[in-house]
């Protein structure tokens, strides 16, 4: 009667599906993210035309199910003839690269100096964490306009300020969550067989804190994109004729009462989009979380 | 009549992967002024089903039972209005982690005397007075002061005093105490089961005692429990099961004692507890006990009567033939 | 095993096995000589407040030979864990020394020294690193330490290891939380054996386990250090465990050692009255014994103001003038006792 029958527990994949399935809003948030991430991708097959190419005879034509609109151009055209939906779709593109990338560079940099800020001496930490909470302090809009203004306007000039802004989130987030492990048996288990400070923080301790980074990252994926939306629209982001969200709004502003569909369309889609990735991002959380779990 | 009587009592949980049963058929039957020992290992469900019948279990458990009754009540058919007039009043609780089980923004003081003024409605004066008299009790030293302190002021062993005077504050006729002393010194340790046997003699309450400890359960109960895997597996007087155990895992858990230890390496039971996966078919205990054959294997054990101590086996030890 | 001296590189490392028992460990002298360890740690008191000492650990000495279990007993606050983190290297001793197979322990001898000792903790589910597969936790220590070895040799030497301590091969490629608290802690037992230390710190390795399980893991720790040649740092507040595991029993209150010796003599005849009462207080498993309780009064007086003279005085039924003016230190040959009137 050896047998030492274990619990075959389901793994942790199916575990986190199990919870995250519960929450509906997370899971209709999640395709519709899948839907936005296959349009990026996919933008130049799908698209039926350039989004630059101006189409001087159809100016400002309204959507198909209005009057004078056509299956030609079905969600209309804007003030220089090119095609809305076209440039809708390829405006994914823009913002799928301005989310992934500001999400990559922050939580990278904000990886790193959490650990850092986690593992050395206090009057490091103190210092670091200081420096932090002045760039938490400043509007991040402003803090990323005024980057922006010494940068030079444009996208990838507009992704770091933001990154810079979103930064400390990251850190604050790493740092706690190294605080609370590193006092825990397993990281002195690997102090006492000889590990080395590198070991310690990238190996033993930072997979086990990846958790609420994961969730911070999808909602901060959200935030890139507004932010890029904003700064569009106060023109220091993309510049015309980039098929930016957020410049396509900048650039419809006087036509709202003329032609609707220039300024809602894309307003749309960015509310769509930001508001699927905060779904997803909360059923992230709750399923995640180590104190939610009921098993 | 029983003071309580429980039957066939099971709690089932809705997990990640399925339903768990926690709770398997389990009895429990206390008399007024008895001290009984529920004692189990991990997974034996004998936390839970306490818990249960306090209706302290969260909504993710289902309950049910042949019989739930406590004095005269059916505790199944009442309503929560009515049983939060029973719980904390005539059947009270404490539990293992006495520095996590009271409120850390409150001094004990407002703790006890909040329990004073909703189940019994007695006004200021009278619960202060009544608050004294209860430290005094459970032995806390300058019981005046003491009642304006907060939780982290205090050790382990005055937070548990403070959590058992809670507990008796309204004449509680049954006292549950789940594991009270694991997560205490052993010389703490005695103190507080000296203060709670003392306790039980004076009031005439019922205690049932729940823990791991066989050394506890001898030096502290009368009558003895043993539950395994969810089952309640043995019931029997405390003198008589340490002398001549019926079921199986009793004895193996005795053997298994480092004090009943005569060579350097221990009798020890193979494999572990069942979990949610690995259920048996047959007799839950089969899969580790010396003495299964297939019979135990496929069949599931019924309960042997109280002169074998209503061991849940085919064949209980000491049964002739 | 090989003695001490500057770290071999070893290309053809020998199987565990019966071979290599206990003759080859085998050196006169103790393996493990402590002297006087103390540690103290500075408390700040509020913003203007003087800082305070707590006195964790005070005037511990002892010695362990090889194969032998020593056994650290006492209540909370009594520093059996500040020294398991002394011993283990984790933290230096604020006075005293300590020297293991030998060798002086100073920031010198750190890195050879770590793998002549090793630890492990209570908590089976808190001491493996969730996020590491079984078979990577055991051969991390071999990877930092033990550089010339390959990756082929590294896999070999885990997974006999593995099956040293009872597991099977296929839990190699498991992660943590799929195994239960027993398994955990063979899990913790391989991983400190891995480096081949000479003294095993056991910091009360099954009080988290169920009994049934307790047995399994003790037995395990038994077959161990025959085989092996093991010393045991022992420490644990179950006397009935330490009582079955120990050769010699040191018990703490308060940071220091109130009396050493021998299991039996400690057991059969307590020389302090703080551990007549320790006794006393543990509970049997017996309901026919008869029970002679010693009431303890009052409780543990916080370790930031201990009370002058003997630090037991306040509770002691004996305590007389003498207690509590001046501290007794530990008298005796080989059964000591810090008292000023022992029993017996």
Redo the contacts between chains.
């Keep these: ?10 793994g942790r994949l ?2 986190f599906w ?2 995250f399935s519960e929450n509906r809003g997370a899971v209709f948030g999640m395709w519709v993210f899948a839907v936005f991430v296959a349009v990026a991708i996919l933008a130049d097959l799908i698209a039926p035309y350039d989004p630059t190419a101006q189409f001087r005879d159809h100016l400002l034509q309204p959507p198909f199910w209005q009057a004078g609109g056509s299956f030609a151009f079905p969600l209309g055209t804007d003030a220089v003839g090119r095609d809305m939906l076209s440039r809708l779709l390829h405006g994914a593109r823009y913002s799928f690269y301005v989310g992934i990338v500001v999400v990559a560079v922050a939580a990278t940099g904000g990886i790193v100096i959490g650990l850092l800020a986690g593992f050395a001496p206090r009057w490091v930490d103190t210092i670091i964490m200081r420096v932090m909470d002045i760039i938490l302090a400043f509007p991040s809009l402003l803090l990323a306009l005024v980057l922006v203004a010494i940068l030079g306007p444009s996208l990838t000039n507009a992704m770091i300020a933001i990154a810079i802004v979103l930064q400390p989130h990251y850190v604050r987030l790493t740092r706690a969550s190294v605080l609370a492990e590193r006092s ?3 990281v ?9 400070l590198p ?1 310690l923080m990238f190996i ?1 301790v930072l ?2 804190c990846l958790s609420p980074i994961i969730v911070q990252g999808a909602l901060s994926f959200s935030t890139a994109i507004l932010d890029a939306a904003a700064l569009g629209f106060l023109g220091m982001g993309a510049q015309p004729p980039t098929p930016e969200w957020g410049t396509m709004l900048a650039e419809s502003r006087e036509f709202i009462l003329r032609a609707w569909w220039v300024v809602t369309l894309p307003g749309l889609a960015i509310l769509m989009t930001v508001l699927a990735i905060n779904l997803m991002g909360d059923g992230l959380r709750d399923a995640l979380d180590p104190k939610l779990k ?2 | 009549m029983a003071l309580l009587e429980i039957r066939n009592l099971s709690v089932d949980f809705a997990t990640a992967s399925g339903a768990f049963r926690a709770v398997d058929g389990a009895d429990v039957a206390v008399d007024a002024s008895d001290v009984l020992a529920i004692v189990g290992e991990s997974g034996s469900g004998k936390s839970v089903s306490m818990l249960a019948l306090m209706g302290l279990l969260p909504w993710t458990a289902t309950v049910t039972a042949d019989r739930m009754m406590f004095d005269g009540q059916d505790l199944r058919a009442i309503s929560p209005r009515q049983r939060r007039r029973i719980v904390g009043k005539d059947m009270a609780m404490i539990f293992q982690e006495p520095m996590s089980s009271l409120n850390p923004c409150f001094t004990v003081g407002f703790q006890i005397k909040e329990i004073l003024r909703i189940h019994l409605g007695l006004n200021r004066h009278d619960r202060h007075a009544r608050a004294i008299e209860l430290f005094e009790m459970v032995g806390i030293p300058a019981p005046e002061q003491r009642l304006g302190a907060f939780p982290h002021q205090m050790s382990g062993g005055m937070c548990q005093r403070v959590m058992i005077a809670m507990a008796i504050s309204c004449a509680p006729k049954l006292l549950i105490a789940d594991e009270p002393t694991t997560a205490l010194d052993v010389t703490i340790q005695a103190q507080i089961l000296d203060l709670l046997t003392e306790l039980q003699k004076d009031t005439g309450m019922a205690l049932i005692l729940i823990t791991h400890d066989m050394g506890v359960v001898a030096e502290t109960a009368e009558r003895v429990s043993v539950h395994y895997a969810g089952q309640k597996v043995e019931e029997q007087g405390v003198l008589d099961l340490f002398k001549a155990p019926h079921h199986p895992y009793t004895a193996a858990l005795l053997a298994a004692l480092p004090e009943r230890a005569t060579a350097r390496r221990l009798p020890t039971i193979p494999g572990v507890v069942p979990g949610q996966f690995d259920r048996p078919d047959g007799c839950l205990f089969s899969p580790r006990c010396a003495f299964a054959d297939d019979l135990c294997r496929a069949v599931p054990p019924g309960q042997a009567p109280a002169t074998l101590g209503l061991a849940l086996c085919h064949y209980p030890l000491g049964a002739l033939a | 095993m090989t003695g001490p001296g500057p770290m071999p590189v070893r290309a053809q490392e020998p199987e565990l096995g019966p071979e290599s028992g206990p003759e080859l460990g085998k050196k006169p002298g103790p393996v493990l000589v402590a002297r006087a360890l103390s540690r103290h740690y500075d408390v700040r008191s509020g913003l203007f407040g003087a800082p305070k000492v707590v006195r964790a650990l005070s005037d511990a000495s002892f010695t362990l030979d090889a194969g032998k279990t020593l056994a650290v007993v006492g209540e909370s606050g009594c520093g059996k864990s500040t020294l398991a983190r002394l011993i283990t290297m984790i933290e230096p001793p604020t006075s005293g020394s300590f020297a293991i197979g030998g060798i002086e322990a100073t920031p010198a001898t750190l890195r050879t020294l770590r793998t002549s000792v090793q630890i492990v903790f209570q908590d089976p589910y808190g001491s493996l690193n969730p996020r590491q597969r079984v078979g990577a936790m055991l051969e991390e220590p071999l990877k930092i330490n033990r550089p010339a070895l390959d990756a082929a040799a590294r896999t070999a030497r885990a997974r006999d290891m593995l099956r040293l301590v009872g597991l099977r091969e296929e839990h190699f490629e498991r992660y943590a939380h799929m195994f239960s608290g027993g398994q955990r802690q063979r899990i913790a037992v391989a991983r400190a054996l891995m480096l081949e230390p000479k003294v095993l710190v056991l910091d009360e390795p099954v009080s988290a386990l169920d009994l049934s399980i307790q047995s399994q893991i003790l037995n395990l720790l038994v077959d161990l250090q025959e085989r092996l040649g093991l010393a045991y740092l022992f420490i644990s507040h179950d006397l009935s465990v330490v009582r079955h595991m120990a050769d010699d029993v040191v018990v703490m209150y308060l940071g220091r050692p109130v009396e050493i010796g021998p299991r039996d003599a400690v057991f059969a005849a307590p020389r302090h009255p703080y551990t007549k009462a320790l006794l006393s207080a543990t509970p049997v498993a017996d309901p026919t014994a008869a029970k002679t309780r010693i009431k303890l009064e009052g409780e543990l007086p916080s370790p930031l103001s201990i009370p002058p003279g003997c630090p037991f005085a306040p509770r002691c039924w004996k305590a007389q003038a003498r207690c509590r003016e001046a501290r007794p230190e530990l008298e005796g040959d080989t059964h000591r006792a810090a008292c000023f009137f022992p029993e017996g």
């Design positions: 009667m050896t047998a030492a029958a274990q619990d075959i527990r389901p199916a575990e199990h919870y825990k048996d397993y002195i288990a690997a102090k006492v067989i000889g590990a080395g070991r033993t997979p086990n009921r098993s």
